[in-house]
């Protein structure tokens, strides 16, 4: 017995077997991540390094050039590039597709070792780092409170920014703008000579000071105490009465003796401003596996219980965008579009063969493949994303070939006077080779996508295997469920005369008759004109093409949809100063907020372009 004759004759593991697939899928679809897009690594490398004070012009000579030269001999390099700010080096490295980033990351950091020694003193440590899609973040946050400016930031650095990152599937917390206080000491050059002290000498035995450390434990029959001295400095008086060294008559000399010490605030090197206000912001990254959606609801969570927890400060915070928002959105969408192409399918089916039954068989077929295509997207470690969720959209026209072939060939044997069992064992069997063949053509379509190795390969991977998995479930149940149903439910069925499903399907049906009667003088016509037909198709072909060429169609990575959100980047002369790059980013607010259609703006000034988000 071949799997058809079983499924008729043993249905009861057929059943069980499609019940147990179905558990798995549904359970495999509650497991599943929300994103917006697969989780793909580009074949990007970027390399930041610090060089505490140092202007563009010296970061670009003393630190970019080096690193780019070193690094430009590496295999597969496809483009170099780099960005020098005030203090910060920015080398970009784009690798060939098919490279892999993993191990370039690792001969990268070999070459970087071998020159640190050439880079200026004071410059710390290359970070290297590879561009990968989740590496956007997924929320932006801005934080108001009742209190001072460096108040705030202490407060959101040493408290709310830990919170947050104990969120689970929270990968980093970045902190834009705002004023981080900073304890300045300083020193007199004329009375640093006087007392014969040079500059590293202070500052070691000040930072030598401020230092915690343990100095044993205390133990006895009942418990054990760990004892630790604690030296950091409380105050700034503290500061001023710390003993630097000792003179030749031993009289100390004191910080407050060579210099002047008093609370300030570091250098702004970058400023975060919501609605033309300065204010701190807030990006929440997720980790490379977590779900977008979930880490999204736990971090709005948080934020709430933060504002009560700190309501005597003021604290507020306002979510300026929520990547999970248009991500359910899309899924959503794509979710009700996969369920209308179920049910307009089924419509389709009752129209051309004139039986519910038929029409429910179909309803079932489907159904059954998807869910069980769950099962393989979660043991591929896939989540429901745009692409994903796509191909299950773009399936529904597959599964059904399939079950249609086998139904309408079971119909015909029906229509032979057989009895059901009989149709549906002998309907599947005589068109069983026509029904692999249409699988295994969109098989070898759609499984050779999946193989590419390319940069668009890490989002088009799941769009086609997919589409593969479950168009191959389609052919299991097109050989074992459909036959099952049809040799129990399926059966001739006589429309009655003068039945308003009877005028209706009369009517399309004559509908039909003339389309394809259309069809036939339009395909005679072209018989009898040969050349007219050829040379038209042919112009029909290059004009096509010619859309693109000249750019009538345009062409991008990823459509990301329309958020209703735009990006404005500007890029001011390395020498430019972060007041005049203020100056540039508040004339275009200006014009910005001016807009009736604009309900809300953010910028962010600083790094190696200035962004603002407008909504």
Known sequence: MNITEISIKRPTIIVVIFAVLTFLGIFSYKQLNYELLPNFAMPVINIITIYPGASSEEVENSVSKKIEDAVSTTENIDNVKSFSQESISYVIIEFKPSTNVDDAIQIVQRKINAIQSQLPEGVESPSITKFGISDFPIMNITVSANINSTELY???????????????????????????????????????????????????????????????????????????????????????????????????????????????????????????????????????????????????????????????????????????????????????????????????????????????????????????????????????????????????????????????????????????????????????????????????????????????????????????????????????ITPLLASRIAKLEQIKNNSFFKIFIDYFEMLLTRFANWLQTILRWTFRHKAITMIATTIIFFSSLSLLTFGFIGTEFIDMGDRGEIIIQMELPKNATLKQTTLAAFQVEQIIQNKPEVSDFSTQIGGTSDMVDIS
């Open 154 to 480: 202490d407060l959101i650095k040493n408290r709310i920014s830990p919170e947050l990152n104990g969120i689970k599937g929270v990968g980093d917390i970045i902190i834009t703008g705002g004023e981080e206080r900073e304890i300045c000491v300083s020193i007199n050059s004329a009375k640093l000579e006087k007392h014969n002290l040079s500059l590293l000498q202070v500052t070691q035995s000040i930072l030598t000071a401020n230092s915690d450390f343990p100095t044993g434990k205390i133990k006895d029959t009942s418990q054990q105490m760990q004892i630790r001295l604690s030296g950091k400095y409380k105050s700034l008086t503290e500061i001023e009465n710390h003993v630097i060294t000792f003179q030749d008559n031993n009289s100390p000399i004191l910080v407050k003796d060579i210099a002047k010490v008093y609370d300030s605030r570091k250098e702004i090197q970058n400023i975060n401003r919501h609605h033309g206000i300065n204010v701190i912001g807030l990006q929440v990254k997720k980790q490379g596996d977590a779900n977008t959606v979930e880490v999204s609801k736990r971090t709005t969570k948080k934020l709430s219980q933060l504002e009560l927890l700190y309501k005597n400060q003021g604290l507020k915070f306002n979510i300026i965008s929520d990547q999970s928002i248009f991500t359910l959105e899309a899924a959503d969408a794509v979710m009700t579009d996969l369920f209308l192409a179920i049910l307009l399918v089924a419509l389709v089916m009752l129209v051309f063969l004139h039986s519910i039954r038929n029409s429910f068989i179909v309803m079932i077929a489907i159904p059954a493949s998807i869910v069980s295509t769950f099962i393989a997207m979660y043991l591929l470690d896939y989540s429901l994303n745009m692409m994903s969720l796509l191909a299950l959209s773009l399936s529904v026209g597959i599964l059904v070939d399939d079950s249609i072939v086998v139904i309408e060939n079971i119909y015909r044997h029906l229509e032979k006077g057989k009895d059901e069992v009989t149709a549906a064992i002998n309907g599947r069997n005589e068109i069983g080779f026509t029904a692999l063949s249409i699988t295994l053509v969109d098989v070898v379509v759609f499984l050779p996508m999946s193989m590419a190795e390319s940069i668009v390969s890490g989002v088009i991977r799941q769009f086609a295997l997919v589409i593969v998995v479950a168009t191959l479930i389609s052919l299991f149940v097109s050989f074992t």
